[in-house]
């Protein structure tokens, strides 16, 4: 059993918080975009009217284990204040008397953010030392980051252990809810929309969700695997070689089980990797050698539409061509806007994190869907099956 923040009493105490508030920030110091930040906010907000102060920890970017000062979380912490108001101590550490410092000098109504976790090896080693030092900093201990709820680190894992009084925080608790109804009990037709450039990164999801879909429509680049799989030229596209027996193996299983896996019938190709080269939409079986597949073709699209339209509810993770170009961008859009049609006519539609998310709000489709996930590679997993350990770890035994 997971108790949610909203059951937990925080009066005058100490409450260390685990949020993902690792946001993309220019080489100005300027947060590019606060989507982390702001589905934080009624967590923080939920402690703070119950008379707590929030400890926040979080990790932002890869600084491998070493103190970097292009990785400090000092500009979330005047972006905090700045854009919500809030009253922010900033501590330059995570641990030790630094931290202690800042957390004695916070008064009710205020909050101390830590400097960045990450600096230390032993938050991604889950090193238990290292969290007992964070676990010290406070008397409970709510975790918000579904973002992060699939590594085992520190901040995550191993500093639960040390308390009776844990909480999964609001956002955390919208995640489990939202991708949890989604696959144990989903309303039907359920369908999935796969996308991305590898199918070595999706087998897991792909069977998994044989036991539960009607329909999985196929995107992205690990087309031309599967369709190298049936025989199919596919010029200079990307395809991973040693995964064409396996994408064979799931077409075959899919047949067997019943299931609806749905390939493009027209793709976009181009004549090298670049917005700029001359494209053209073909039939999948008229690649010429010089052709790169970039994206689905606009039959695919209506075909997709319509087994959208027909669904009750809908995953959706990886992108369906490249996005990140305008020239290739029309097939990952046109999900996004299926999914917001469904969305208005009553059907549930979740977005999986990642380039997804990315994808949907480049295209302002972000609040016409049910559910935007802010976890791209935890919801990837949860949809595997898999047992998260930041979820884990909050687990209770009443």
Same mark, same amino acid.
């Given at each position: 059993?997971i ?6 009493e925080?009066?005058?105490?100490h ?8 946001v993309?920030?220019d ?62 101590i ?43 030092k ?5 008397e409970?201990y709510?975790?918000?980051a ?23 925080g ?8 939202y ?19 590898k ?7 792909i ?25 199919f030229?596919i ?11 396996? &994408?064979?193996? *799931?077409?075959?299983?899919?047949k067997?089980? @019943? $299931?609806?896996? +749905?390939?493009?019938i !027209?793709?976009?190709? =181009?004549?090298?990797f ?12 008229e690649?010429?050698a010089?052709?790169i ?42 999900? &996004?806007?299926? *999914? ?6 009553g @059907? $549930?539609?979740? +977005?999986?994190?990642g !380039?997804?998310?990315? =994808? ?14 802010t ?24």
């Open positions: 059993m108790k949610s923040v909203n059951e937990g925080f009066e005058n105490k409450v260390i918080v685990r949020l993902d508030l690792n993309p920030i080489k100005d110091g300027n947060i590019t975009d606060d989507t982390r930040i702001i589905e934080s906010l009624p967590t923080i907000d939920e402690i703070i009217d119950k008379g707590g102060i929030p400890i926040l920890i979080s990790h932002l970017g890869r600084p491998k284990g070493k103190r970097n000062p292009e990785f400090s979380l000092e500009p979330v912490a005047k972006y905090l204040a700045d854009h919500f108001g809030y009253k922010v900033f501590a330059p550490d995570c641990i030790g008397e630094e931290a202690q410092k800042a957390i004695s000098k916070a008064v009710l109504g205020e909050l101390v953010l830590l400097e960045n976790v990450r600096f230390y090896p032993e938050e991604e080693a889950n090193d238990v030392e290292f969290a007992k964070l676990a010290s900093l406070g409970v709510v975790n918000d579904f973002g992060s709820a699939h590594r085992a680190h520190a901040s995550t894992h191993a500093i639960a252990s040390f308390f009776d009084e844990k909480y999964a609001l956002l955390m608790m919208k995640e489990l809810d991708l949890g109804s989604a696959l144990k009990n989903p309303a039907k037709p359920f369908v999935a929309v796969l996308g991305g450039s199918i070595s990164g999706k087998i897991d999801v069977n998994s969700l044989f036991d539960k879909c009607d329909s999985i429509l196929i995107g992205g680049g690990m087309i031309f695997t599967f369709f190298k799989a049936l025989g030229q010029g200079k596209s990307i395809v991973e070689e040693d995964k064409i027996n396996l &994408a064979g193996d *799931l077409i075959e299983s899919a067997n089980k @019943g $299931i609806n896996l +749905v390939l493009p !027209d793709v976009v190709v =181009a004549n090298k670049d917005n700029d080269s001359e494209f053209k939409t073909i039939k999948i079986n690649f010429t010089d052709d597949g970039m994206d689905i073709g606009p039959e695919t699209c209506v075909l997709y539409d319509n087994i959208i339209n027909n669904a009750k509810t809908v995953v959706w993770n990886g992108p369906m061509g490249v996005f990140e170009m305008s020239n290739f961008e029309k097939g990952t859009k046109c999900i &996004a806007e299926s *999914l917001a049609r469904l969305t208005q006519k @059907g $549930i539609t979740i +977005v999986g994190g !380039d997804s998310a990315a =994808a949907i709000s480049k295209f302002g489709f972000e609040k016409s869907v049910t559910h935007v996930s976890g791209g590679g935890a919801s990837l997993e949860f949809l595997e099956g898999k047992v998260l350990p930041g979820v884990e770890a909050l687990e209770i035994n009443v």
